[in-house]
């Protein structure tokens, strides 16, 4: 009787938690993509991604609902913002005028359509498969300790190549983000220092190295110990 | 009134055209961007979903790779932004014409 209610209570708290994530998710995707401002757009993803990571929680997925929050509202959103910044593409964007014709009546039907193949494939109880191949979704430790012992056993060559993933973007983003002045401006110092640090020894050591060595070991002072 | 997987699967997808939708009708590439990390979090959802359903622990271990692979796509994708915007400053969706044939 009471164990009935209590699972009554349970499940009404549970929807309505739900109810709430998901206006909260809904209205946020629907900010992201009607607000004029950049800015705006950013802080209602904010928004999206509290709710998923409420959801998250809803699910009993622990570990994920923090690394939501950290690395999605508190890295990424944040990456957003200081690109617009830094940018100063803050500016308004005028939503009326429609370049494309018919861009978004296309677009709006097609986004429909995806929407009602997903919906039905997710409704009809299709989805099914074999339960816990990975390993079972509750073990001892709780989640955490759960997906921490899946990802460092059966996932951990993934694991470990993420790591080199996240090396790779580093460097890139580095290689991309680099200050560069136009190619004109940026030849011409690159010309500029060769000439006068580099180019002046080389062509005393160009003649030089072929009658005599002793030039080339002074100015480059690496072949003769 | 019970709530099982088929909501969240229901609100997962919603997402997904939401962000879909706003990929294709916005100029403005840090939006477009945007609408992709919305698209990244309907799936996500999805697969904590199927983890929950399946009782199984791998869909959670995708979505950690999920996650890991968006922070990477952000953080490129950005260094890209940065760069083709120093070049012809205001640039949206539209502008970048270089390979125009």
Redesign the interface.
């Known amino acids: 009787m009471t164990s009935a209610l209590l699972l009554a209570a349970a499940?009404?708290v549970?929807?309505a938690v739900?109810v709430v994530s998901?206006i909260a998710?809904?209205a946020g995707?629907?900010g992201?993509?009607l607000s004029r401002n950049?800015v705006h757009?950013?802080l209602m993803?904010v928004m999206?991604?509290f709710g998923?990571a409420v959801?998250?929680v809803a699910?009993?997925?622990h570990?994920?609902a923090a690394?939501?929050v950290i690395?999605?509202a508190g890295?990424?959103v944040v990456?957003?913002l200081f690109?617009?910044m830094?940018?100063g593409?803050d500016r308004l964007?005028n939503l009326e005028v429609e370049?494309l014709k018919g861009?978004?009546p296309?677009?709006?039907f097609?986004?429909?359509a995806?929407?009602a193949q997903?919906?039905f494939?997710?409704?009809a109880?299709w989805?099914s498969?074999?339960?816990?191949?990975?390993?079972?979704?509750?073990?001892e430790g709780g989640?955490v300790a759960?997906?921490a012992r899946?990802?460092f056993t059966?996932?951990l060559y993934?694991f470990e190549l993420?790591s080199l993933?996240?090396v790779?973007?580093?460097v890139?983003?580095?290689?991309?983000?680099r200050?560069?002045t136009g190619p004109e401006t940026q030849t011409g110092p690159e010309t500029q220092t060769g000439p006068e640090t580099q180019t002046g020894p080389e062509t005393q050591t160009g003649p030089a190295s072929d009658t005599d060595t002793g030039a080339t070991t002074g100015v480059e002072g690496a072949p003769v110990p | 009134m019970t709530l099982d997987g088929s909501w969240y699967l229901t609100l997962a997808a919603a997402l997904f055209s939401i962000g879909a939708v706003g990929l294709l009708i916005r100029r403005n590439v840090l939006v477009m961007f945007m609408c992709v990390e919305l698209m990244l979090n309907a799936v996500n959802l999805t697969f904590v979903t199927f983890a929950r359903m399946l009782g199984d622990i791998g869909g959670q271990a995708l979505v950690f790779f999920v996650l890991v692979v968006a922070a990477a796509e952000v953080v490129v994708g950005l260094g890209i932004i940065v760069a083709v915007t120093r070049k012809n400053s205001g640039a949206t969706a539209d502008d970048l014409t270089l390979l125009r044939g």
């Open positions: 499940s009404k549970d929807v739900f998901a998710i809904l995707a629907l992201v993509i950049p757009s950013a993803l999206t991604l998923v959801l998250f699910q009993e997925a570990f994920l690394v939501q690395v999605y890295a990424i990456l957003f690109v617009i830094l940018l593409v964007e370049p861009q978004r296309i677009a709006i097609l986004g429909l995806a929407m997903l919906v494939l997710g409704g109880q989805a498969g074999a339960p816990a191949v990975a390993g079972a979704a509750e073990g989640n759960t997906l899946v990802l059966r996932y993934a993420t993933l996240l790779i973007a580093v890139g983003a580095v290689l991309l983000s200050r560069q």
